[in-house]
């Protein structure tokens, strides 16, 4: 019913940037919380961060300062901004939304993934 699609990942050298993109469509009445989370090799998932549909934004602590996440609610789309990379952010990054399905309904979503790999 709702799909996530994201863009923006590849391969950066230590301390560039990039942006990572990802849109929500499909049937859904609106999109409510929407974040980023990250898996590296041999780990756990982790939150990067999130934003709420009011613009509140919460992050990890390992990106606060280097990271910014912002959305277009009328594009349904979130954004991350990933700055001062470091080869530790090398990870799959995945975004994912809760999207208001129905009256009471409220269901979770995630994207495919995306690859960012940080190296010289």
């Known amino acids: 019913q709702v799909q996530l699609v994201e863009s923006g990942g590849g391969l950066v050298q230590p301390g560039g940037s990039l942006r990572l993109s990802c849109a929500a469509s499909?049937?859904?009445?609106?999109?409510?919380?929407m974040g980023w989370y990250r898996q590296a090799p041999g780990k756990e998932r982790e939150l990067v961060a999130v934003?709420?549909?009011?613009?509140?934004?919460n992050y990890a602590d390992s990106v606060k300062g280097r990271f910014t996440i912002a959305r277009d609610n009328v594009k349904n789309t979130v954004y991350l901004q990933m700055n001062s990379l470091k080869p530790e952010d090398t990870a799959v990054y995945y975004c994912?939304?809760?999207?208001?399905?129905?009256?009471?309904?409220?269901?979770?979503?995630w994207g495919q993934g995306t690859q960012v790999t940080v190296s010289s």
């Open positions: 499909g049937r859904f009445f609106s999109i409510n919380d």
């Open positions: 934003i709420t549909s009011g613009g509140i934004t």
């Open positions: 994912d939304a809760d999207a208001v399905v129905g009256l009471v309904r409220v269901d979770h979503y």
